[in-house]
T-cell receptor
């Protein structure tokens, strides 16, 4: 069975500082990994994904994530946080085969960027 | 940029009533999904749908739930007899194939009284 762990319920960071939101995963085979962001009363917006290739993937709004196979991690990063980045961030994993395959989400990390 | 749309945005219903949640996926997507998020909890998979049939469903998706794509554009989730514990945000999602990202709609917030 696949699973995702987001060890931090909330991350606070000062505006302009780098941010990291942690994620570790468990899945059979090579994973498909995703980050989504959810703003209050809104749906889930796709940020970025790792399928294969370069371990550092870049996504929307200046976010990037680093895939580390040995540590089974996929941490989300941004060099300089903005107040508008404050939202709920979900890490997600999907098995590599089958388009019908479900995405399994982590419990979410609330990012609070302090002005 | 095309988006997944969902209607209604909010729905309040009485326990035991039937509800139908509607979604219009992105036109070139082939796989369709429903997820739900109970308030304060994580997003949970309900069902996936491909080629006009269910591909996979979770243990949550019992006989009270059904999905269909009646006209090639709308994708609906029906809850036949709602229970209090069905209160949640329901998200529709679509994807294009084996490696494609699933793109989510804005959700329908269902409240069962």
């Amino acid at each position: 069975a696949q699973s995702v762990a987001q060890p931090e319920d909330q991350v606070n960071v000062a505006e302009g500082n780098p941010l990291t939101v942690k994620c570790t995963y468990s899945v059979s085979g090579n994973p498909y990994l995703f980050w989504y962001v959810q703003y209050p009363n809104r749906g889930l917006q796709f940020l970025l994904k790792y399928i294969t290739g370069d371990n550092l993937v870049k996504g929307s709004y200046g976010f990037e994530a680093e895939f580390n196979k040995s540590q089974t991690s996929f941490h989300l990063k941004k060099p300089s946080a903005l107040v508008s980045d404050s939202a709920l961030y979900f890490c997600a994993v999907r098995p590599p085969s089958g388009g019908y395959q479900k995405v399994t989400f982590g419990t979410g990390t609330k990012l609070q960027v302090i002005p | 940029e095309p988006e997944v749309t969902q209607t209604p945005s909010h729905q309040v219903t009485q326990m035991g009533q039937e509800v139908i949640l509607r979604c219009v996926p992105i036109s070139n997507h082939l796989y369709f999904y429903w997820y739900r998020q109970i308030l304060g909890q994580k997003v949970e998979f309900l069902v996936s749908f491909y080629n006009n049939e269910i591909s996979e469903k979770s243990e949550i998706f019992d006989d009270q739930f059904s999905v269909e794509r009646p006209d090639g554009s709308n994708f609906t989730l029906k809850i036949r007899s709602t229970k209090l514990e069905d209160s949640a945000m329901y998200f529709c999602a679509g994807g294009g194939g084996l490696q494609e990202t699933q793109y989510f709609g804005p959700g329908t917030r269902l409240l069962v009284l």
